[in-house]
């Protein structure tokens, strides 16, 4: 299933949309016009004479065909937020309930695990005691309320989390967990992290679309 939104187009894979690269989508397109036929004079088929002109309409097409927006062809997808998407379903964070996930909702990211209303995470549980984070402790609860924005896809406070301290304090395990609850990193991954100087360079947001 291939929709776009946020400026490109997105492939339904493995249970959210993944960004597909804007020479894979020509790619895509060429390959679709070598294939195609046409019925000539004489009623037969023929081979469909390759025409740039051709592959910029039927991106054009494409396009619109499956635009997220209401009035585009494609239809509106759902927000992707008020629930949690794991492996085996959309969890609803209100009601508590497993529903089924599909492209019909706006996701870009999956936790790669099977929702379990009864795991636990002593591992986890563990790190933080290493460092000196405990229940009753602001940064503990700082980064349960961290986790719990990332997970919720919303993005409407804007607010970005700064890791600062000495080396092997903790900061690059926390960023892993983070890459790995989201399936990965860069386009092809739900979870990004960057340092704040690469920012203001030419290229400083190049691993972060959508």
């Excluded at 397109?29 to 740039?52: H, M, Q």
């Excluded at 085996?88 to 009601?95: A, I, T």
């Excluded at 395990?173 to 860069?186: C, E």
Aim: glycine share 14%; with cysteine.
């Amino acid at each position: 299933t291939l929709r776009h939104f946020d400026g490109g187009f997105w492939l339904w894979e493995g249970g959210r949309f993944i960004f597909v690269d804007p020479d894979d989508t020509e790619a895509m397109v060429t390959a679709l016009l070598a294939e195609a036929s046409e019925t000539g004079p004489d009623g037969g088929l023929r081979d469909v004479p390759f025409k740039v002109a051709q592959k910029r309409e039927l991106l054009a097409a494409l396009k619109d065909r499956t635009r997220d927006s209401r009035y585009g062809l494609g239809g509106a997808l759902k927000p992707a937020i008020g629930g949690i998407p794991f492996r085996n379903g959309w969890l609803d964070v209100e009601s508590g309930a497993l529903r089924p996930i599909g492209p019909d909702r706006k996701i870009q990211w999956v936790i790669d695990a099977n929702y379990d209303p009864s795991a636990t995470c002593p591992e986890w549980e563990k790190f933080l005691a290493s460092c000196g984070f405990t229940p009753d402790t602001d940064e503990y609860r700082l980064i349960r309320q961290w986790f719990g924005y990332l997970v919720s896809g919303s993005k409407k406070y804007e607010k970005g989390m700064l890791l600062i301290g000495k080396s092997r304090a903790g900061k690059g395990v926390m960023i892993r967990v983070a890459q790995a609850l989201f399936g990965g990193v860069g386009p092809y991954g739900g979870a990004m992290a960057v340092e704040v100087e690469t920012l203001v360079e030419s290229h400083g947001y190049e691993g972060m679309p959508g």
